[in-house]
């Protein structure tokens, strides 16, 4: 039989694309530009509010406009990614992106400005499904697979603490708008080096898309995130919340029913009935939620009891970007192939929780170099080990016309831990402070510095949940059966295995993805 020649292989055996590491370079700068655009605006709301005389109670829905839109819309959006083309949903979630936050930048009123950013995170969400696919699909290869995730999640996190730095200085310097047009030479650098990246060349989603899957899904997953929202100023035990959040699980129990029965449903149940990748999914949202209310911790810590400025609050924020990456790109890749996701999982959201566990003992008298920074940095590295065992978890076995609603609910269980998390530590920090006694700076920490026990809790949980659901690294060898052995041949004696060649072919082939 002749060889097959180059031309006739498929897709997926095709030798590596050289051009693939400058993929990673623009997925990568489009996952910084939609971290950088979560935080960028929060130095800029009081610029915002007094220049776009915004009242007191609609400052919030700066950012409740955008993460109800971009955590509603995940699953649709990569549904349309396995469907459309990643590359081309890619491409087009940068356009979108770039026009929304020009249209953000200009906004004459505040009611101009939350549309817009309801259309950014709109395509905030396409980018994200996308950009995730296109990493896991481009890159074949189980080693560099890790690599590229791993750097890939690096680039996300700077740009969550860039984004603090960089609004208080655009904010100083140039005004509140360029926090959000500052999207826009980043977006079409990002969509003209799409040119030079590789065509997608990976299966796409056969049928129609599961419409009344999305109107269930979305509609949860949106009706969710509004009401978390809401009751960090309404309080949990509001009428108004409470019928928007039980009206978000009933949407989401009717989504479930629906995509069991579905022809095409829009989360295929087969990808949420792995054990692992539940588990990755649920160490991702507790995650999500220890960084963010971390975030809020430190942000008034800094600033309120060191007396930091804004822009010095940023830069204190570094050392959680330089760890992370420097755990995930140097320590992670190495130790996720010999130890496994459910080892690499568990122990990161361990030290994760150790280092939320030394913010507890802030004080008054605590100073960032002392107490600070060795609970940051045990807190990164947790986060960086733990990170890219949950992303190789959430996107590993999955076929190729499913990589991009696989990309897309690991994103949204990253969304509704960040959402509900920080919902549940700002409403536990306003309880605290209101019956501690003493001045109003003393109760804020000691509200602060209670609330962070929720999210230490839920991290220690996780990895319990996690420890169990994940399962053994590699199946176990089953038993042989005697009845079915191989008859004996000449020269061999009776129960020996009989001799085989020393090869480093097919045979080895097969046993190499188990080491890993």
């Known amino acids: 039989m002749p060889a097959s020649s180059p031309t006739s292989r498929t897709p997926q055996e095709q030798l590596p694309d050289p051009r693939r590491w400058w993929a990673l370079c623009v997925l990568g700068l489009a996952q910084l530009m939609i971290l950088l ?158 040119a030079w990246t590789p065509r997608d060349l990976t299966q796409r989603l056969a049928g129609r898309i599961d419409i009344a899957g999305a109107i269930l899904g979305c509609g949860g997953l949106t009706t969710l995130v509004y009401g978390c929202s809401q009751a960090e100023a309404l309080g949990w035990t509001s009428p108004a919340v409470l019928g928007t959040l039980l009206g978000g699980a009933v949407l989401l129990t009717a989504f479930a029913w629906w995509q069991t029965r579905a022809a095409s449903p829009l989360l295929p149940p087969r990808l949420v009935r792995d054990r692992r990748r539940v588990a990755a999914l649920l160490a991702g949202a507790s995650l999500m939620a220890g960084q963010l209310s971390v975030a809020l911790y430190l942000t008034y810590y800094l600033q309120t009891v060191l007396g930091w400025s804004a822009i010095a609050s940023g830069l204190g924020f570094l050392p959680i970007s330089l760890v992370t990456t420097t755990t995930a790109t140097q320590l992670g890749t190495r130790l996720l192939p010999r130890l496994g996701p459910r080892v690499m999982m568990t122990a990161g959201l361990t030290i994760a929780a150790c280092g939320l566990f030394q913010l507890t003992l802030l004080d008054s008298d605590s100073t960032y170099a002392a107490n600070v920074l060795p609970a940051l940095v045990t807190f990164s590295v947790g986060m960086g080990g733990s990170f890219l065992a949950i992303m190789t978890g959430a996107t590993s076995d999955v076929p190729a016309q499913d990589s991009g609603i696989a990309s897309a609910t690991v994103n949204s269980a990253q969304q509704m831990g ?71 041949r000449a020269g061999e004696r009776p129960g020996t295995e009989p001799s085989r060649p020393q090869s480093s072919g097919p045979d080895m082939a097969l046993r190499e993805p188990l080491q890993q």
């Open 418 to 488: 960040g959402s509900i998390g920080s919902a549940v530590f700002n409403t536990v920090a306003a309880s605290a402070a209101a019956t501690f006694g003493g001045s109003a700076r003393a109760a804020t920490l000691h509200g602060f510095a209670t609330a962070i026990w929720v999210p230490l809790v839920v991290l220690l949980a996780a990895a319990v949940g996690t420890a169990t659901l994940a399962g053994p690294r590699t199946p176990k060898s089953p038993r042989p059966d005697l009845s079915t052995e191989p008859p004996v």
């Open 37 to 194: 655009d979560s935080t960028i605006v929060n130095v800029a709301m009081p610029s915002m509010q007094s220049q776009l005389h915004m009242a007191v109670g609609d400052r919030p829905w700066v950012v409740t406009s955008y993460t109800v839109a971009f955590g509603g819309l995940l699953l649709l959006a990569g549904r349309i990614a396995d469907k459309a083309g990643r590359k081309r949903t890619f491409a087009a979630g940068l356009v979108g992106f770039a026009v929304a936050s020009a249209a953000a930048g200009f906004a004459p009123t505040a009611q101009t400005l939350f549309a817009a950013r309801a259309v950014q995170g709109a395509f905030a969400a396409l980018l994200a499904a996308s950009a995730l696919a296109l990493v896991a699909t481009t890159f074949t290869d189980p080693r560099e697979r890790r690599k590229a995730i791993a750097v890939f999640g690096a680039l996300g996190g700077a740009g969550a603490s860039l984004g603090v730095v960089l609004g208080g200085l655009l904010t100083q310097w140039f005004g509140w708008r360029w926090c959000l047009l500052v999207n826009v030479p980043i977006a079409l650098l990002t969509l003209l080096g799409t």
